[in-house]
C-alpha cells in the first residue's frame, strides 16, 4: 500500500523558515518526478514545487522561487521542501505528490497520481 506522510508544519513568524518533510513507504518513487502542492480556504489546489527523477531538476512557481527549495533523498525515499522568507500568504495545507515519469515535470494537480494528507503552515505574527 502506497502512503506518503508529510510532517513539519507549524506556525511561524514571517520572515522564518520551516523545513518539510514526505516519507514515501510501500514502494520506492526513486524514478517518479515528485512535488509539492499547496490549498488555502476556499482556494484552488496549487503547484509549488517539482523535481525530476532523471537529473534532479527543479521547478518552482514564480510565487515561492528563490525562498522555497525542493529536494529528494532517494536511498531514505523522501521528499523535503525548504521554505525560507515565509510570508502570511504562504499560510496553506502544504501537500505531497508523485507524478509521472516523463522528462520535465507536470504542474498540474490532475498530472499527480499519490497523495500526502497534508500539513498545515500558518505564518503568522
Known amino acids: 500500500q502506497v502512503q506518503l506522510v508529510e510532517s513539519g508544519g507549524g506556525l511561524v513568524q514571517p520572515g522564518g523558515s520551516l523545513r518539510l518533510s514526505c516519507a514515501a513507504s510501500g514502494r520506492s518513487f526513486s524514478r517518479y518526478n515528485m512535488g509539492w502542492f499547496r490549498q488555502a480556504p476556499g482556494k484552488e489546489r496549487d503547484f509549488i514545487a517539482a523535481i525530476s527523477w532523471s537529473d534532479n531538476s527543479t521547478y518552482y512557481a514564480d510565487s515561492v522561487k528563490g525562498r522555497f527549495t525542493i529536494s529528494r533523498d532517494n536511498a531514505k525515499n523522501t521528499l523535503y521542501l525548504q521554505m525560507n522568507s515565509l510570508k502570511p500568504e504562504d499560510t496553506a495545507v502544504y501537500y505531497c505528490?508523485?507524478?509521472?515519469?516523463?522528462?520535465?515535470?507536470?504542474?498540474?494537480?490532475?498530472?499527480?497520481?499519490?497523495w500526502g494528507q497534508g500539513t498545515q503552515v500558518t505564518v503568522s505574527s
Open positions: 505528490a508523485v507524478g509521472n515519469r516523463g522528462r520535465v515535470p507536470r504542474r498540474s494537480p490532475n498530472e499527480y497520481d499519490y
